[in-house]
């Protein structure tokens, strides 16, 4: 799980930091209150930096997944008929 550092608390436990940015994933630092950084393991990283995936990897990660959805098309006519 994502945790947010002060800047000043990540500098004194950047060791921490890291373990649980490997352990948990990626860890955001703010500085001012304001989120600047984040820091990730570099297995994360590289993952992302392999580019885009296939789209049947992308709708397994959506947020979406299990939500159901009424795909029906709808019958109605259209309505340049309905003037009619």
């Known amino acids: 799980?994502?945790?947010v550092w002060q800047l000043q608390e990540a500098?004194?436990?950047l060791g921490e930091?890291?373990?649980e940015a490997i352990r948990h994933g990626p860890q955001v630092i703010?500085?001012?209150g304001v989120e600047t950084a984040v820091v990730l393991s570099?297995?994360?990283y590289r993952r992302m930096l392999?580019?885009?995936k296939e789209l049947?990897?992308?709708?397994?990660q959506s947020p979406l997944v299990g939500v159901e959805l009424d795909l029906r098309r709808d019958l109605s006519p259209p309505r340049d008929e309905l003037a009619q």
């Not at 049947?56 to 397994?60: A, G, L």
């Open 1 to 3: 799980m994502a945790r």
């Open 11 to 13: 500098r004194n436990k």
């Open 17 to 19: 930091v890291i373990e």
């Open 30 to 32: 703010t500085k001012h």
């Open 42 to 44: 570099c297995a994360q």
């Open 50 to 52: 392999l580019g885009p």
């Open 56 to 60: 049947s990897e992308f709708f397994r």
